[in-house]
Nanobody, 115 residues
Framework: QVQLVESGGGLVQAGGSLRLSCAASGIIFRFNTMGWYRQAPGKQRELVAT???????NYADSVKGRFTISRDNAKSSVYLQMSSLKPEDTAVYYCNVFPYSQNYWGRGTQVTVSS
């Protein structure tokens, strides 16, 4: 059974930083490209960043230069360092494989950025 457990969200002022973590179990983590996704109120879930098994990364234009995705295969974990946060970054953040599997969504972690 696959489990993806996100943590690290919270309330932060604009310009602040947060570091999200995602612990994976039930998959051969090191072979998978992993992604961070987010869903803002009233909007569709969107892809934020991806990282391949080899460590290559890609980012949505809206977060490029502000967010950094990383992974630790020994811990089966993926991280998202978020800096210079903006109110429009407010959303529930999820990790999943990329492309995502509908069966793998966890509960996510809420990030709220106040202006």
């Amino acid at each position: 059974q696959v489990q993806l457990v996100e943590s690290g969200g919270g309330l932060v002022q604009a310009g602040g930083s947060l570091r999200l973590s995602c612990a994976a179990s039930g998959i051969i983590f090191r072979f998978n490209t992993m992604g961070w996704y987010r869903q803002a109120p009233g909007k569709q879930r969107e892809l934020v960043a991806t990282i391949t098994s080899g460590g290559s990364t890609n980012y949505a234009d809206s977060v490029k230069g502000r967010f950094t995705i990383s992974r630790d295969n020994a811990k089966s974990s993926v991280y998202l360092q978020m800096s210079s946060l903006k109110p429009e970054d407010t959303a529930v953040y999820y990790c999943n494989v990329f492309p995502y599997s509908q069966n793998y969504w966890g509960r996510g972690t809420q990030v709220t950025v106040s202006s």
